[in-house]
């Protein structure tokens, strides 16, 4: 196979309401809860410049502009900062190149599918990768660094997926698996939502995708799906078996810190690898007795 064509752009949707975590999110972003001290976007733009992407695509909303100031220069507080020597190293990765990230706007939340699809300009004819942010994936090397090296050998298009239990095959896009070589599964086709009684397996999709550009095309003319909204994993089924389809088993661990327990779990995960305040955290937890 000659190489695939590079995967340069990253789109974060981000424009979601984060209903699951009001009223936290009544006025912030859920991507800017922050697990320990940066918030979750932070985590997955690290994610993806690890992985060798290079410019970033946030389809964002209204109340969403927190997340453009947070890469964005500040002034007064680097101005301040620097007036009274303190450590700026905390702000490192919050400032990118100039141009390296493009905003685009969802006006309306019409579903992760129609997210993606107001990227497209910006995308443009390339293949391209998604990551949501709500979705921590924490590995060495990360996610979508994986990904990349799992693409170099199959191009096409590939999926993160991760097994749950049966019965949360509900909540999730749904693969359901061909052959498996290694870390990569053929996908055959993919559902979103199903009930566990008809989910084809019950290995979900946690939010991290490289996908050929035709997949735009597809998304242009495509209806509502489960909850109502335009799916991407219905867009991504039309293109199983015109292009090669794989999903990777991510070598880490997934918090789904859309979700309040997850949330919770994730800051514990991160807190305890923390040399400055994991000791604290532990004494704290084995006080408990849990
Ligand atoms: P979720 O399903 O988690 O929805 O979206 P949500 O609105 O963020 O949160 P809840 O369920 O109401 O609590 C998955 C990802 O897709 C984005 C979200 O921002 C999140 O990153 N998304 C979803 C959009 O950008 N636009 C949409 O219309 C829907």
């Given at each position: 196979m000659t190489s695939p064509r590079p995967v340069r752009t990253a789109v974060f949707p981000?424009?979601?309401?984060?209903?699951?975590f009001l009223p936290a999110t009544k006025a912030i972003?859920?991507?800017?809860?922050?697990?320990v001290d940066r918030p979750l976007i932070q985590y997955a733009v690290d994610e993806a410049l690890e992985a060798g992407i290079e410019q970033l695509v946030f389809v964002t909303g209204r109340g969403k502009s927190a997340i453009e100031d947070h890469f964005d220069m500040a002034y007064e507080l680097e101005d301040t900062m620097e007036a009274r020597q303190?450590?700026?190293?905390?702000?490192?990765?919050t400032r990118l190149a100039p141009g390296q990230i493009a905003y685009v706007r969802q006006?309306?939340?019409?579903g992760l599918g129609h997210a993606v699809w107001c990227a497209r300009s910006v995308v443009g004819n390339e293949p391209f990768a998604v990551i949501l942010p709500d979705e921590l994936l924490i590995g060495t090397p990360g996610c979508m660094s994986q990904m990349m090296s799992a693409y170099e050998k199959v191009g096409g298009n590939i999926v993160c997926a991760l097994e749950v239990a049966r019965?949360?095959?509900?909540?999730y896009g749904i693969v359901d698996p061909g052959e498996t070589d290694g870390a990569l599964t053929e996908v055959r086709g993919l559902v979103e939502k199903p009930d566990p009684a008809d989910a084809p397996s019950n290995l979900m999709l946690p939010g991290r995708y490289i996908l050929q550009p035709q997949v735009m095309d597809i998304l242009k003319t495509q209806g509502v799906g489960a909850g109502g909204e335009i799916q991407l994993t219905d867009a991504m089924a039309s293109m199983i078996g015109t292009q090669p389809f794989h999903a990777f088993t991510f070598d880490g661990v997934r918090h789904d810190c859309g979700d309040k327990a997850g949330f919770v779990n994730a800051t514990i995960d991160l807190a305890l690898q923390r040399e400055d305040i994991a000791p604290v955290i532990r004494s704290f937890l084995a006080k408990l007795n849990i």
């Open positions: 981000v424009a979601g309401l984060g209903t699951r972003p859920k991507e800017m809860l922050p697990i303190k450590d700026k190293a905390a702000l490192e990765g006006q309306e939340p019409l019965e949360e095959t509900r909540k």
